[in-house]
């Protein structure tokens, strides 16, 4: 009898002695008058990471983006531009804000913020623009940069899914007015949950920092349990940012791993008709978070029936996200606009992504049998198609 083989999960982190060692240490200490000791230290970490004047941890990435749009001011009567293609969190707040969301389309190639849908996108009602390193990728950020100051538009850099990545030479997530990242336990860095929102702007920053617990001002004589707005409770905890401490200190070799990951994977598919696998733009280089592929529509499989064919094989894939404008709560923001043809390459390349394996502990041997399984799935389709 065939033994059956082991499930290959789409994504996982790498955790060794340094986290263990880290995670302990602030159990066992970080308490009364250390309580703060591994945020702080985590904090500084970050600060010279992105080399920004301000940052911010918080509970998780979505609080960071949240965050950014108080910090802006932002709110009823507003439109914040957002990618139709990413993961939901990034268009989220800006209705928690009360603000509109508008979605743009995505670029063909690097599957980030098109400029020119963004630039079409703009009215006098346009305060920010979300620009999402989606996968990994990096977008062409010199032109939106461009865009966006030519019409005084603040620009936020979801980076939650990039750390690692670089633009001209500088990491994702320090290109704009603001970045934010995401430390959840998919993420390149971990630590099971949390967030960072990183300025150089001292009034986004102090004004997001009073969003982030309460509305409790965090001054030396200030009043202690004082709320001066209606606030959240965004707080992170020094366990957790042990735990992401750790994982950054790891932060080039957990980048090396997913760009072999990638390589490997480019080796076997890069060549095969009607495929097509990430790419950045020029002057960049993404973190490869996720290897992702787009199959040609000609071979009539949608990534739903991909994912579930790739089940049969004990290999667990993820789809390539939604357009975020077809979803439900999310219509009313679109009505009298035809989305599919606004956003024509969204709605083209969606149905057809999905998302491959990418684990941190990953392994050639692994890579193959996931190549060996899409190449069957791609050959059966095809015959089927005759």
């Known amino acids: 009898m065939n033994k059956p083989l082991k499930n290959i999960p789409s994504i996982g ?6 986290e263990v060692a880290l995670i302990t240490e602030a159990a066992r200490e970080g308490w009364y008058g250390n309580m703060n000791r591994h945020l702080d230290l985590f904090n500084d970490a970050m600060r ?48 928690y804000v009360g603000a509109r969301p508008v979605f743009a389309d995505m670029d063909a190639k690097t599957w980030c913020l098109c400029p020119g849908s963004f630039e079409r996108c703009i009215t006098k009602r346009t305060k920010a623009v979300v620009v999402v390193d989606l996968f990994g990728n990096m977008p062409d950020m010199k032109e939106i940069l ?3 100051r030519k019409n005084r538009i603040a620009v936020i850099e979801d980076a939650a899914e990039a750390t690692g990545a670089e633009y001209a030479g500088r990491p994702a997530g320090s290109l704009c007015d603001i970045g934010i990242f995401s430390f959840n336990a998919t993420k390149l860095v971990i630590a099971g949950q949390g967030g960072m929102l990183v300025t150089d702007n001292k009034k986004v920053f102090e004004r997001s920092r009073l969003y982030s617990h309460h509305g409790i001002v965090k001054k030396p004589n200030a009043r202690y349990y004082w709320s001066t707005v209606l606030g959240y409770n965004y707080n992170w905890t020094n366990i957790q940012a042990a735990f992401a401490l750790a994982q950054l200190r790891r932060l080039p070799e957990l980048v090396a791993h997913r760009r072999k990951v990638f390589g490997w994977y480019q080796d076997r598919l890069g060549k095969i008709e009607g495929l097509s696998l990430n790419e950045t ?57 035809s989305m599919s043809k606004e956003n024509p390459v969204s709605y083209e390349l969606s149905p057809y992504g999905i998302c491959l394996p990418s684990g941190a502990m990953l392994k050639r041997s692994d890579v193959d049998r996931v190549c060996q399984a899409f190449v069957s799935i791609l050959s059966a389709a095809r015959k089927k198609r005759g």
């Open 146 to 148: 461009r865009i966006a």
């Open 48 to 95: 010279q990471y992105v080399n920004k004047k301000y940052c911010l941890p918080v509970s998780h990435g979505t609080a960071a983006i949240h965050l950014s749009l108080l910090g802006l001011g932002i709110g009823p009567g507003d439109e914040v531009i957002v990618p139709d293609i990413t993961w939901v969190a990034s268009a989220a707040p800006v209705g």
């Open 13 to 18: 982190p790498s955790i060794t002695r340094a």
């Open 281 to 337: 733009a020029l002057n960049s280089r993404g973190s490869c978070w996720i290897t992702a592929a787009i199959v040609d529509r000609s071979y009539r499989l949608k990534k739903e029936k991909i994912q579930l064919e790739f089940k049969r094989y004990g290999i667990d894939a993820r789809p390539f996200f939604y357009p975020i404008s077809s979803m439900p709560p999310y219509r009313p923001y679109c009505q009298g606009r």
